[in-house]
């Protein structure tokens, strides 16, 4: 069974910085596509960005310019540096991978990232 454990998050003042990671159980060379999403409390879970496996990367427009999506294939490992953290910034954050961009086979279980003076 294909495990995804995101680590990394917890509570951070506004203007502060976290690093998210995503351990994956297999391979994810072979995974075309990995993303992060999150889900605020109330809201429905929506996209934060992805990343090709030829690198190419994708943001939504809240978080392009302090968000920074990366993997690391010979760790298995995919990370997102998030920087000038914002209340609304506040959810939780999943890792996602699988073969199409916006279309996940795998998923984490998610990791609360909080920003809050």
């Known amino acids: 069974q294909v495990q995804l454990v995101e680590s990394g998050g917890g509570l951070v003042q506004p203007g502060g910085s976290l690093r998210l990671s995503c351990a994956a159980s297999?391979?994810?060379?072979?995974?075309?596509?990995m993303g992060w999403h999150r889900q605020a409390p109330g809201k429905q879970r929506e996209f934060v960005a992805s990343?090709?496996?030829?690198?190419?990367?994708n943001y939504r427009d809240s978080v392009k310019g302090r968000f920074t999506i990366s993997r690391d294939n010979a760790e298995n490992t995919l990370y997102l540096q998030m920087n000038s953290l914002k209340p609304e910034d506040t959810a939780v954050y999943y890792c996602?991978?699988?073969?199409?961009?916006?279309?996940?086979?795998?998923w984490g279980q998610g990791i609360q990232v909080t920003v809050s003076s």
């Open positions: 996602s991978g699988g073969n199409f961009l916006g279309r996940y086979t795998y």
């Open positions: 297999i391979s994810i060379s072979g995974l075309y596509a």
């Open positions: 990343i090709t496996s030829g690198g190419t990367a």
